[in-house]
């Protein structure tokens, strides 16, 4: 049972749009709740992450909302860029354990 | 300043050997993760280190897999007997701090294929 869910395996944009990638999860326990994005033939390294206490963290392009009502989280990558194409996996950490979603593979199209 | 270093890059092994994958943290990082990547499950946390002790192994599938960190700078996911179901992508990471909140530094990962 997937405790994270990322339910579109791939998306592809425009350069220059907006690109939405969207985590469901099923346990109210999480309380942060992280994106890293990962490159072919690399390890994923950490983008950005919001608490709970918060529904929206921006950093610079990238921007995560947090809808704790609904469990669901989204990121925002606004303007894409080619250099963004890349897995995106949502990461929830709970107590000891670390639950990733299945990522969502972004191309952006120059 | 060298990122989590792992070894092999790619592993192929027949069904039945015994496949040891190695990994160097970050110095001076005191968490280490090992993580299984399958196209059916995605990103699995398999064991997770603070300070060389094993505190949650609860992601490890069944008794054919082991992992040891004997110093902080060195540690080993085993699998043996291999099985084609173990074929995946095996990722470590290293942390400063404990527990999975903090982030996490990953290694390129190894790729197993078992035959």
């Known amino acids: 049972d997937q405790q994270v869910k990322q339910n579109s395996p791939s998306l592809s944009v425009q350069e220059g749009r907006i690109s939405i990638l969207n985590c469901d999860y099923t346990?109210?326990?999480?309380?942060?709740f992280l994106w890293y994005k990962k490159y072919p033939a690399e390890g994923p390294t950490f983008l950005i992450s919001i608490s709970s206490i918060k529904d929206k963290n921006e950093d610079g392009r990238f921007t995560v909302f947090l809808n704790k009502s609904a469990k669901h989280l989204s990121l925002h990558i606004v303007p894409s860029q080619p250099g963004d194409s890349a897995v995106y996996f949502c990461?929830?950490?709970?107590?000891?354990?670390?639950?990733f979603g299945t990522g969502t593979s972004l191309t952006v199209i120059p | 300043d060298a990122g989590v270093i792992q070894s092999p890059r790619h592993e192929v092994t027949e069904m039945g050997q015994e496949v040891t994958l190695r990994c160097k943290p970050i110095s001076g990082h005191n968490s280490l993760f090992w993580y299984r990547q399958t196209m059916m499950r995605g990103l699995e946390l398999l064991i997770y280190?603070?300070?060389?002790?094993?505190?949650?192994d609860s992601g490890m599938p069944e008794d054919r897999f082991s992992a040891k960190m004997p110093n902080a700078s060195f540690s080993t996911l085993k699998i043996q007997p291999s099985e084609p179901r173990d074929s995946a992508v095996y990722f470590c990471?290293?942390?400063?701090?404990?527990?999975?909140?903090?982030?996490?530094?990953f290694g390129p990962g190894t790729r197993l294929t078992v035959l």
């Open positions: 990471a290293s942390s400063l701090g404990q527990g999975p909140l903090n982030e996490q530094f």
């Open positions: 280190f603070n300070n060389n002790v094993p505190i949650d």
């Open positions: 346990n109210s326990m999480f309380d942060y």
């Open positions: 990461a929830l950490p709970a107590g000891n354990q670390f639950y």
